[in-house]
């Protein structure tokens, strides 16, 4: 029987994916203020599997196995609530007759329900932290160690959290329908700054590069990616995945099997995922057909830009240089331009570079913010002051996160002092 | 040889404990490994049968209740028939079980056989 095969294997993240599809199907169906119940559900289904599957093997088709247990599963919980009667008041999709066959909520329309999830958990109601944890445990399927670890936060925080923001999305009488179109731009852009922060979530360098990170990259990267393949994805969508791409085609390259970060000087570029970057090429051309301009469009041309130059040294840093400058002048925003000053004390123009730093030092928002003194340091390095350099790292040196920093920046205090 | 069974007992719980997706899928695999690797090596007969976690019990008076049954903080979740030289080496081979990551236990039982009562 080939479903008893000694060597059962399982497609990776499975029951994570599967969990989201899950929660996504059933919130469809039951509607967003039984999220708890939808939850319970699906964790009795995945439980379920294991105790079944750990002797039976994998059914041939496991989805569908799962879909139907959950449902059931779903069922039994608001009969055992006595909140049947409250929903069928609302829904007369819901005649057991409709539920108890195979549940058709799901197949033809799963990228379409994640999607309506994808909305839900980034309601602009929602606290920033909120929605990227539902995020995490609704679409993701993490659990709250998993969350913990994703986000740096203890597993118990984590759980407070997700509690949080689903007390709130009850209170917000959310619907699961997709928002009018007037809503829908403003919508899509809390949905990308939500994915484009999840994917640095996991994209940290200060980090290392654990396995949860790279998990929690490609999700954003599959979630942002059901959205471009959706009518509802428009080109700040296409960039956005084209610069996710980018970044994760230079994933390995990024970290030393000891997990030491390599700077891009050093990376190995034969080590680049080629196809990725083709993939994300692809997405970045479609990106340009349309008439809007987002942040991501230029981000998406820098990581390009990185992707496709032969060497460091032969990195086209004029092109970028101009992409930062139009960067932060549709969206100023002090990183933007210290990350100007960075390539412009790279193009040698170093006077320049020094002005942008010393005028950001004003800036607030950068206070606690080590790569400001950091790159502060190295330009007066560069033009002759160790001294003051070394003023500037021990500034930076308190406020470093990783030991691996913090080790970079004594050596330097120490070699200049 | 003699043939084993092995019964396994999970903690009996009302509510799925609070294992994520990815923490069961990984569980699940410790299962296939284990119990794959026993049919590759030979020493699993049958990997046997789940059981679902309702039950009645019949009685002499002919009354039926629900299960679970017994005193037992374990619920019977499955069985598996194996092979082995003797006790010792049947509960070696099933202290490699996955189940007690999960808080569970094996009963190990030996399967009598006839033609050892008639010889």
Redesign the interface.
């Known amino acids: 029987m080939s479903s008893r095969s000694s060597s059962e294997q399982l497609v990776e993240h499975m029951f994570r994916h599967e969990s989201a599809n899950l929660i996504a199907g059933l919130t469809r169906v039951f509607g967003v203020r039984m999220i708890d119940v939808i939850e319970d559900a699906v964790q009795d289904a995945m439980f379920s599997a294991l105790k079944t599957w750990r002797l039976r093997g994998v059914p041939e088709q496991p989805q569908a196995w799962l879909r139907r247990v959950a449902q059931n599963r779903m069922i039994d919980l608001l009969r055992h609530q006595r909140l049947e009667q409250q929903i069928l008041a609302g829904k007369e999709l819901l005649s057991e007759s409709h539920l108890i066959a195979e549940p058709p909520w799901i197949v033809d329309e799963l990228d379409d329900n994640l999607l309506r999830l994808i909305f839900v958990c980034c309601h602009p109601g929602l606290e920033r932290d909120s929605q990227l944890a539902l995020c995490l445990k609704l679409l993701c399927g993490f659990g709250n160690q998993e969350l913990g670890r994703a986000l740096l936060i203890p597993p118990e925080t984590a759980k407070k959290r997700v509690n949080r923001a689903k007390l709130r999305l009850k209170d917000l009488e959310l619907s699961f329908d997709l928002p009018d179109s007037h809503e829908l731009d403003k919508r899509l852009e809390v949905v990308h700054d939500v994915l484009y922060l999840m994917f640095n979530e996991g994209y940290s360098t200060t980090r290392g590069l654990e396995a949860i990170q790279i998990d929690v990259c490609e999700d954003a990267a599959r979630l942002c990616h059901i959205l471009c393949e959706h009518p509802l994805g428009n080109s700040a969508s296409y960039a956005l995945l084209a610069l996710m791409l980018f970044h994760a085609a230079r994933f390995e390259s990024r970290v030393t099997s000891s997990g030491t970060p390599v700077l891009l000087d050093d990376q190995d570029r034969s080590s680049w995922d080629q196809d990725m970057i083709r993939v994300g090429q692809y997405w970045l051309l479609r990106s340009g057909q349309g008439t809007d301009l987002s942040r991501f469009h230029f981000e998406a041309s820098i990581a390009w830009q990185h992707c496709v130059a032969r060497s460091y040294a032969e990195t086209n840093w004029h092109a970028i240089e101009g992409q930062y400058r139009l960067l932060n002048h549709y969206y100023p925003n002090p990183l933007h331009q210290l990350n100007r000053a960075i390539v412009l004390a790279r193009l040698g123009r170093l006077e320049l570079a020094l002005e942008i730093v010393r005028n950001l030092s004003q800036d607030t928002r950068l206070d606690s913010y080590p790569l400001l003194y950091c790159v502060w340091a190295d330009l007066l390095l560069q033009l002759g002051q160790p001294d003051s350099a070394v003023q500037h790292w021990k500034t930076a040196l308190p406020l470093v996160q990783s030991e691996h920093e913090r080790q970079l920046i004594t050596t330097r205090i120490s070699k200049y002092s | 040889m003699a043939k084993f069974l092995f019964i396994?007992r999970?903690p009996i719980t009302r509510?799925?404990?609070?294992?994520?997706?990815?923490?069961?899928?990984e569980?699940?695999?410790k299962?296939?490994d284990w119990?794959?690797?026993g049919?590759?090596a030979g020493w699993v007969l049958e990997?046997?049968?789940?059981l679902t976690p309702e039950g009645r019990v019949v009685t002499k008076d002919g009354s039926v209740t629900d299960g679970p049954y017994a005193e037992s903080k374990e619920l019977v979740?499955?069985y598996?028939m194996i092979q082995a030289r003797d006790y010792d080496h049947a509960c070696e081979l099933a202290k490699g079980c996955?189940i007690f990551v999960s808080g569970g236990l094996v009963e190990v039982r030996e399967i009598a056989e006839i033609c050892d009562a008639a010889s």
Do not use: V
Not at chain 2, 15 to 25: N, R
């Open positions: 396994y999970d509510t799925a404990p609070e294992m994520s997706p990815d923490e069961m899928q569980h699940m695999q299962w296939f119990l794959g690797g049919q590759a990997m046997g049968n789940p979740g499955g598996s996955p």
